[in-house]
């Protein structure tokens, strides 16, 4: 079993392993209440991904894994997932343009 | 192993976090599955049937173990459940970014 320690990682690879074999790949969540800890796990019973947390911000970041796993296996692997994820760029706020200060 | 309908299987599970928030954790597995034997799946892609596929949810807290089957209709209900019932009180008990705490205490130092 690998801990991998970048969540971007974490996510490509999951959703890679889930698209090569969506019938055996399962996502996995763990949570201890009283250690304030979380551990996700994917595998298709032949590679296994985990990734560890106890901190808020990358628990967050989980309710956007929950959705992408969530309509990849309810809709298929051929999904396009930028139905997912665009709709989390739209809620960035746009960066304000202040009057800058010429030099 | 009990199959529930959604929001019986969400209550279950939300009295499932509040009795192990002193100890014990909480397993949840999301699979995909179409609830049928191997055997009849072969025989529904021979005969050129579509299968129609949902998201199966397993939990357990080490003794008792629930699950249901959602399809995309029902995600945005159990994904809003996911933000109130996991992830905000949890929130609460995971720690702060360094960064965060080095403000703080900075601010506090002055």
Known sequence: MVYITSWDEF?????????ADPDSTRYVMKYRH??????LKVTDNRECLKFKTDQAQEAKKMEKLN???FT??????EVDLSEVTGKEQTDVQPTKRGRGRKQ | MVLLQLDP??????SMFERSTGTGSVWVTLKRSSLKSKVVRNKMVTAGEAIEYKCLIRATNGKKTISTSVCISYILNLSFWFISVLLEPSCRVMQVSSTV??????SCEE
């Open chain 1, 67 to 69: 959705n992408i796993f």
């Open chain 2, 9 to 14: 299987f969400l209550n279950e599970l939300t």
């Open chain 1, 34 to 39: 009283c250690d304030g800890k979380l551990v």
């Open chain 1, 72 to 77: 990849l296996m309810a809709r298929g692997p």
């Open chain 1, 11 to 19: 996510v490509e690879r999951s959703v890679q392993l889930f698209r």
């Open chain 2, 101 to 106: 705490e080095c403000k703080l205490r900075l």
